[in-house]
């Protein structure tokens, strides 16, 4: 997952003290250039998923690390730099944090898992654009 931002060190920082927190989760991040930030992190993330990460670029986030321990590590990077942008600055995934917050349905903090937290969401519609989990209380929404 590619992070435009213009506070790399502080959203790298944010990164490492976040997955510390995190049993089993480790990430990995290299330095790229970005067009629209003063800098990018290409960030992957092992952790408790099911799916093994492939190391392949744009193989998709939820791979390695399961939905929830994504969502906790990106609230650090928002905490860190709230105009930071996931994704592509064309196609965001989250185009900063206000945008992160509504998609994610407010489930996430930097300090930990939600406590309902589990491996594998089981999505189900509800509404145009929305769905909740059916084994807990996430919600994500891509409207
Ligand atoms: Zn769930």
Redesign the pocket.
């Known amino acids: 997952m590619r992070i435009h931002t213009d506070k790399p060190d502080e959203v790298r920082q944010a990164i490492y003290d976040a997955t510390r927190k995190l049993p089993g989760v480790y990430a990995t991040t290299t330095s790229h250039g970005s067009r629209s930030h003063a800098g990018a992190i290409e960030l992957s993330l092992e952790g408790n998923g099911r799916a093994k990460n492939t190391g392949q670029y744009g193989a998709g986030y939820e791979i390695g690390a399961t939905w929830d321990e994504w969502g906790v590590v990106f609230a650090a990077i928002f905490d860190a730099d709230s105009d930071a942008v996931a994704g592509s600055v064309k196609r965001p995934v989250y185009a900063g944090e206000v945008d992160y917050r509504r998609k994610t349905q407010y489930r996430f903090d930097a300090d930990g898992l939600p406590e309902?937290t589990?491996q594998r969401?089981?999505w189900k519609d509800a509404g145009t654009r929305i769905q909740y989990?059916?084994?807990?209380s996430?919600g994500r929404n891509f409207s």
């Open positions: 309902d589990h969401h089981a989990c059916t084994k807990c996430a």
